[in-house]
Every structure is written in C-alpha cells, then in structure tokens.
C-alpha cells in the first residue's frame, strides 16, 4: 500500500511521535517564509524553531526545506494541508473543553479494541494530550467478548473498536474504513497468496470465538454475512482479544479475520495477513455513550472526525474493490 504522505510512511509509523509545536513551528516558516519571523511569531528563539524543524524532518524521514534559498520540498509540500488539519482540530478541541475550566482532576478512560483506527489513534490521543495536558487521559485494552459493556457500565469513557456496537446507547463516530485481511498459519495453503477471495476462505477453519462475544463481532469475526449467516468451522482454541488471536494463528489452531492494519501492528513469526479483495471494507469506530455531553469527550469527538477526515484517508489505499 503506497502512501502519499512521509508522515504516515511504513514501516516506522512515527506519527504519534510527532508533537504539536513541531507542526506549528513548521507552519509559521512557511508562512513567514524566514525562520527568524517564525521565531518572532511564536515568542521563540530562532534555534529553538530551528531544533523543532529538524526533530519533525527527522520523525517524518525526510528533508521538508531546501535550505539554500529557503524552500519546501515535495514531502514539505504534502504535509501542509495535513498539518494544519491536525493544529486546527487540537484547537477545535481546546475550545470544547473551555468551558471546564483548569480542568484539575478531570480524567477521560480510553478503550481501545487493537489495532484500533490504524495510525489514526496514537496520532488522535497524542494531540489530544498535548492540547489538554490538564485532562488525565488513561488508555485500556478491550476484548473481542467486551468491547461494549465496559463503556455501557462507565468504565470508559470512549472506545475505539469495530464493528460499531448495535445498542441505541451508544453513539459511534466512523474514523478509517479498512479492507479486510484473513490471518493464516504459514502452513496454511493460503499463506503465500497475495491475495485471496472470499470463496477462498469460507471454508477454511476458524479460530474459536467465546460463546459470550456480541453478536456484532462474530458476524465480523466469522465473516458471516457472505456465508449466509452460518457460522464457519471452528478449532478448539479460544480467542479473546488480538494476542490471543495471533497466538492461536501462529500454533495452527485455524484461521481469524482482520483488518489490513492488523497486519502491519502485528508481526508475529509464523502468521500471513493476506488481503481478502472482495470482502466489504470495515469501518473502524469512536464509540461513545449517547447520553455523555461532558465538554471532554465532546472534544475528543470532535478532534477524532477533524483527523478522520483530513489524514484518514492517508492511512488505507486510494483504491477500493
């Protein structure tokens, strides 16, 4: 998968590295068109612009000025529009959570179901902690068996996951939309396809899901709907959540059904993620209780559909089946 954009490139996905001032910093030199102006707008030392610019082009990867005379180069260029998405909406954030005050003690509990929204999360929840630096963000992993009910007791707050949860409490914001990716064992007569179809799979045996997972996730785990809702055949082995998964691929238990970025997080001897190329693209969701209007999780709403929309489609193919 080929992407446009240095900061998202593979296979170092340094984007949740990259901090906020970095991307001002860079803005304010293309737009002043002198590091010494930049400086001057933003009440800092030349050198100190300076530093931020060469710690962006090294997170990204690559050189975004000529130097001699000061101009941008290719990379430079595409990361502009991506940049000030990204300002702009930990702004957006900063205003919705204006009317909390300091914010002293005020906590937000982030799930997350792995691998969440691609790159999109540790990008979202790194600006949302620099933006709001006096908000306590703490992040927990969600199973495949709950992925709902810790945020319908209270127990989080927002949740990254997929499918989108089917209880009218719930409210979910689509984030990236994904093809999707079977995971075989390597002995797997699959394994060294580049790509699959779905009548390729179907038959195959899947890892074993938990009586006690949603029924949302088990069509999407099972790949239900192209088999007529029929559940597949099923090993012995039980998975919970993404390490189970990979682990019980990995030792020949069977087959399980992903997302295409699930591959790229989890790299595990002796597991293939083949493309599947006329499954249903997935959505990856923000879920959050309908009924919560804190002025925080307002803002990491608002936060998380500003990057959806400017820097998620960075982040799958341009192509769609």
């Known amino acids: 998968m080929a992407c446009e954009l240095g900061l998202f490139r593979r296979p170092s996905y340094n984007v949740s590295a990259v901090e906020l001032r970095q991307l001002e910093s860079f803005l304010a030199v293309v737009e002043e068109g002198q590091f010494a102006r930049a400086a001057r707008r933003l009440f800092l030392s ?6 931020h610019i060469r710690r962006l082009e090294r997170e990204i990867g690559t050189p975004l000025f000529h130097r001699s005379p000061l101009m941008l180069t290719p990379a430079g260029k595409r990361l502009i529009s991506h940049a000030r998405a990204v300002v702009e909406a930990a702004r957006a954030a900063s205003n919705a959570v204006r009317d909390v005050g300091c914010g002293n003690g005020t906590a937000l509990r982030v799930g997350v179901m792995a691998p969440g ?7 979202l929840l790194r600006t949302f902690r620099q933006s709001h630096p006096q908000i306590r963000l703490t992040v927990q992993s969600l199973s495949f068996t709950e992925y709902v009910t810790p945020l319908l007791d209270r127990r989080i707050d927002v949740a990254f996951v997929r499918p989108a949860p089917d209880d009218e409490r719930v409210a979910a914001e689509p984030l ?3 093809p999707r990716a079977i995971l075989a064992p390597v002995s797997c007569e699959i ?3 580049e790509e699959v179809r779905l009548e390729d799979v179907l038959d195959l045996k899947f890892v074993r899901l938990p009586e006690a997972t949603p029924r949302a996730f088990v069509e ?3 790949l239900m709907p192209a088999r007529g809702g029929l559940r597949p055949r099923r090993g012995t082995d039980q998975a919970r959540s993404a390490q189970d998964l990979v682990t019980s ?5 069977g087959v399980g059904c992903t997302l295409s970025s699930f591959g790229r997080f989890y790299r595990w001897p002796g597991v293939r993620c083949v493309p599947i190329v006329d499954a249903p693209w997935q959505a990856s969701v923000l879920a959050t209780r309908r009924d919560d209007r804190r002025p925080e999780v307002r803002a990491l709403r608002s936060l998380a559909a500003m990057l959806a929309r400017d ?4 982040l799958v193919p341009a192509r769609r089946p």
Do not use: F
Request: glycine share 12%; no cysteine; net charge negative.
């Open 46 to 51: 030349p050198p100190a612009v300076t530093g």
């Open 117 to 123: 929204s691609a790159e999109l999360t540790p990008a």
């Open 176 to 178: 990236t939309v994904e």
């Open 191 to 193: 394994a060294d396809a």
């Open 220 to 222: 999407y785990g099972y």
């Open 249 to 253: 691929v990995a030792a020949g238990q």
């Open 311 to 314: 820097v998620g489609p960075s």
